[in-house]
C-alpha cells in the first residue's frame, strides 16, 4: 500500500470535543440527544467526500455505502463504530491534549494534578516510544471508546474514495448510538445494511482481534418486606432494604465477582440497589464465555436470597431474569474466513494480531446474533472509562491500514 496521507489524528481531534454520553437510565432512544450532534457531523462529512447515500434515521443510525470499483462479484462488508461515551465519567467539555514522540516519561494532567499516566501502572505505555499520544485534560474521559474507532472507519473512508489503486467491492459504514448503555444495535434494522458481514471498530492494544465476549443477562431481585410503625415494630417489621443487603453480602466474595474474577472467569455484579420498608430492589449483570452458566448464576441469586427468606417469613421475592447479549464465538465458528480475513489484514499491516476475549460485549456480538457476523478489530484504545483514558496516534493508523487491508483482501 502506497503512503497514505492519514487525516485520522484531526479527526480524532475534533470527535472527542463533542459531548456525546449515553444516559443508562433514560427511556428515550437515543438516550441522550447530544449524540445526534457527532452524527450530524459524520452524515456530513461523509457527503462532503462524495458518499452520497448517506442517510441516519430516526433512531440516530447512519449507514453510508461507498460504491465497489471492481468487476468482480465479491461479499459486501461493512465497518461499524458507536457514537456514544460512557456514563462512567464525565465527557463534558473535553480537552484533547496531543503529547507528540513520547519517551517513556509519567505523563501529568494540566487540570489535576492528583493524577497521572505512569509506564509502572499502564505497561502499554512502554511500547509506544516515539508515538503520538492523546489525552484529555485530566477532568473527563477522553472519549477514545469508541471515538477512535468512529475517526479510524472516516479515514477509512477517506482514503478509499480518494485512492483508486485499493481495489474494495461495496463497503458499508455503520455509526450507533448507546452501545455504552447496551442499546446499541437495539432498534437497527438490519435490511437497512444489506452487507454479508463485518467488523466492530472497537477494541484495545494494537493488533487485537476479538472473536470471542462474553454472554451477558441482567436480573433484577425484588423483595417485599413486612412494613410497620418502627415505635411498634418487634416481631413484625421485615425491612426490605436490610433483607437485601443481606443477600449482597451473601454471594460469594472471593469468587464470582469483578473483583475478583480471573481473566477467564465470569462474575455475579451487583450495580443498583433501591427501594425502601416495604420493597426494595437489587439490579444484577451476569457474564460468562459460557452461556449456560448464567442460569446457574440466576440460580445461586435465587436460592440465597431463599436461604435468607427463611429469617423473614412474612416476606417475597421475585426475579426477572433477561438476556443482553451472546457470545459472538458460538456463530463466528461458524464462519471462519470472516476472522481469518481479519488476522491476514492485520499481517499484511505489519501486525501479528493478539487474539483475545473481550470481558464485556459490543455491538458487534449483537449484530452476530442478526445475522450479520461481526467480529472486533483493535482501535488503540486505553484505559477506558477514566480520566487516564488515552490513545496512539500511530495505533490508530495501523487500524486504518488493516481496514483497507481487509477491503482488498475480500476482493481476492
Known sequence: MEKLNYTVKERFLEYVKIDTQSDPYSQSYPSTEKQKDLTQKLKEELIAMGIAETKID?????????????????????FCAHVDTAPDCSGTNV??????????????????????????????????IGHDLITASGLTLLGSDDKSGVAIIMDAAYQLINNDSIPHGDVYILFTPDEEVGKGVLHLDVKKLPAEFGY????????????????????????????????????????????????????????????????????????????????????????????????????????????????????TYEIIQKEQYRNMKDI????????????RACRKSGIEPVIKKIRGGTDGAVLT????????????????????????????????????????????
Open 332 to 343: 463466528l465458528e461458524k464462519h471462519p474466513h470472516i476472522f481469518d480475513l481479519a488476522v
Open 95 to 128: 480537552k484533547p491534549i496531543l503529547r507528540s514522540n513520547y519517551q517513556g516519561e509519567i505523563l501529568k494532567f494540566p487540570d489535576d494534578q492528583k493524577i497521572s499516566l505512569n509506564p509502572k501502572d499502564h505497561p502499554n505505555l512502554k511500547t509506544k
Open 200 to 315: 466492530t471498530l472497537d477494541g484495545g492494544d494494537i493488533g487485537e482481534l476479538n472473536a470471542e465476549n462474553f454472554s451477558a443477562d441482567g436480573l433484577v431481585l425484588n423483595i417485599n418486606g413486612r412494613s410497620a410503625h418502627p415505635g411498634y415494630a418487634k416481631d413484625h417489621m421485615e425491612n426490605a432494604i436490610k433483607i437485601a443487603a443481606e443477600i449482597v453480602s451473601a454471594l460469594p466474595k472471593d469468587k464470582l465477582c469483578p473483583e475478583k474474577a480471573g481473566i477467564e472467569d465470569g462474575f455475579i455484579h451487583p450495580t443498583k440497589i433501591e427501594g425502601d420498608l416495604g420493597k426494595a430492589s437489587v439490579s444484577f449483570i451476569l457474564r460468562d464465555f459460557e452461556t449456560n452458566k448464567l442460569a446457574e448464576y440466576g440460580d445461586l441469586i435465587k436460592k440465597t436470597t431463599e436461604k435468607i427468606l427463611e429469617s423473614y417469613p412474612n416476606s
Open 58 to 78: 430516526e433512531f440516530n443510525y447512519l449507514i453510508a455505502k461507498i460504491n465497489s470499483n471492481v468487476n468482480n462479484d465479491v461479499p459486501s462488508i461493512f
Open 369 to 412: 446474533y442478526k445475522g450479520l457476523p461481526c467480529p472486533n478489530i483493535f482501535a488503540g484504545e486505553q484505559a477506558i472509562h477514566s480520566k487516564l483514558e488515552w490513545v496512539s496516534v500511530q495505533d490508530m493508523e495501523k487500524s486504518v491500514d488493516t481496514i483497507l487491508n481487509i477491503c482488498e483482501l475480500n476482493t481476492i
